[in-house]
């Protein structure tokens, strides 16, 4: 089987392009080469910029794949370039959606694959409900060998994830300064966090399956956390106690205009998976990492380098500038 990545060396990507390479898996990833990313032995990488139709086509003339993964196509005008490059050319094609797509609050739970798609908030979430739709069209009208599937809130060792606190060690030097720790609402909505490896061999195992063309999947743990475990497990493998601060999500979104898309069009909301669909395609397939494990990894990962505790200092005074809103506002009420 021959694959192709486009894109391949992010957060959630990286895991599988490492799961194809271990497998002895020909792999080709396509992506301008801009993240300094360490490739796998037998990862071959072709530079181009896929936004650029023609000089793609020019860099993969007389290349040929059976399967083609788009990691980085986030509006339909994205997917029209897929199809016109590799419809009747592939056996199978898979798109990177958005468990972000489902309808808030969902009627189902836990939430399985035919739950409504509708995100009135964030225009990244209507902007891949469209991908989907028309690559649906196309799979029916076509028969272009389309899989859509959906990540929720994946992350990997160069991750420490959190609803609003960013992803890298800002937040870990913020618990250090005893700075509060914002968490939605009251921290008790329910959600699922999963490691990049485990959704890597979930799927890696749907790759070339013809059975799985005009399917939709969501991969994720089924461990379910509310927001103030994750942050609480997040403060536990730095070895330290988290300060949180519950802040109603509205009231982020009206302090911070550019937060309020994520919280209110998804994190504020509780969502947990139903997996048997993945499971039923992959046979055998379990997310095995717990949160504790792998948020342990991550902390192991950035205490190997200095160079990797990145502080963002302009993002934790922005999330200053919340807490002190808020306080204020609390004792302007009291």
């Not at 080709?28 to 990862?43: F, H, I, M, S, Y």
């Amino acid at each position: 089987m021959r694959v192709l990545f486009i894109g391949g060396t992010g957060n959630i990507s990286i895991a599988a392009t490492r799961l194809l390479a271990e497998r002895g898996i020909d792999l080709t990833l396509l992506n301008r080469g801009q993240r300094e990313v360490a490739l796998p032995d037998g990862v071959r990488q072709i530079k181009a910029d896929i936004r650029d139709r023609a000089a793609t086509a020019a860099a993969l003339e007389g290349e040929e794949f059976d399967v083609v993964v788009d990691w980085v196509a986030f509006v339909p005008e994205h997917v029209e370039t897929d199809i016109a490059l590799f419809a009747g050319k592939v056996s199978h094609y898979v798109f990177i959606s958005s468990a972000t797509v489902y309808k808030r609050p969902s009627p189902f739970f836990p939430t399985v694959e035919e739950a409504p798609l509708g995100n009135v908030h964030w225009r990244y979430a209507r902007d891949k409900i469209a991908c989907e739709d028309r690559l649906r069209r196309e799979h029916a009208q076509n028969g272009f060998p389309a899989t859509i599937v959906r990540p929720s809130y994946t992350y990997g060792e160069s991750w420490l994830p959190t609803a609003i606190e960013g992803q890298d060690y800002t937040i870990i030097e913020r618990i250090r300064r005893g700075k509060k720790i914002i968490v939605p609402g009251d921290g008790e909505s329910l959600w699922t966090m999963t490691h990049n490896t485990d959704f890597a061999r979930a799927l890696v195992g749907l790759l070339g399956n013809p059975a799985a063309a005009g399917e939709s999947f969501h991969i994720t743990s089924d461990e379910v956390l509310s927001w103030n475990q994750i942050t609480e497990t997040i403060a536990a493998a730095a070895e330290l106690e988290a300060q949180i601060v519950h802040i109603p999500s509205d009231f982020i979104a009206a302090v911070e205009p550019e937060l309020g898309p994520g919280l209110l069009g998804d994190k504020s909301h509780s969502l947990v998976f139903d997996n048997s669909k993945i499971k039923r395609f992959v046979p055998g397939w379990e997310a095995t990492v717990p949160f504790a494990e792998g948020v342990a990894r991550s902390m192991k990962w950035f205490e190997a380098d200095a160079a990797r505790r990145v502080i963002d200092e302009e993002w934790s005074a922005k999330l200053d500038r919340i807490v002190s809103a808020y306080e204020d506002d609390v004792l302007q009420v009291d």
